[in-house]
């Protein structure tokens, strides 16, 4: 028999505040910088950097909300893979290299994106399971 899980870290208030604001003010800083003031890099390059640090990103926001529970972590994390899979496609989609290609990673990126989504599913299905499970009275004899 398994041993039992410890229970959920739960924050306060201000220190979920500290990570969010930690979090969003290092993904603007290197957002801004890849952006707008990285030289010498075409669009489809600096698309492609940006998903790429907000996927970082997201999975660091995603690794600390499996460990706190907050809510506001798990919109971060959905909020940045969003950022991630837009700055994916549209760095495939500016491209300059050759239609196959573009196609190709267009397919791969698919493929990902409903991977995650559909383990999205999962996880928002088994934590319903969860609070069901939880709010459920016991009778008193």
Request: without cysteine.
């Amino acid at each position: 028999m398994a041993a039992p899980l410890p229970p959920p870290v739960k924050l306060s208030s201000a220190a979920l505040l500290a990570i969010l604001a930690i979090i969003g003010l290092m993904a603007a800083g290197i957002f801004a910088y890849i952006l707008v003031l990285a030289p010498g890099m075409f669009i489809d390059q600096r698309l492609w950097w940006t998903g790429f640090v907000a996927l970082i990103f997201a999975f660091l926001a995603y690794l600390v909300y499996s460990g706190t529970e907050s809510r506001p972590l798990r919109r971060l994390a959905g909020g940045l893979f969003l950022v991630s899979a837009g700055s994916f496609y549209g760095s495939i989609f500016t491209s300059r290299n050759d239609t196959g290609a573009m196609l190709l990673w267009a397919v791969v990126l698919s493929v990902l994106v409903v991977i995650v989504l559909l383990g999205v599913f999962v996880m928002a299905r088994e934590a319903e399971a969860t609070q069901a499970r939880l709010a459920q009275r016991k009778l008193t004899p």
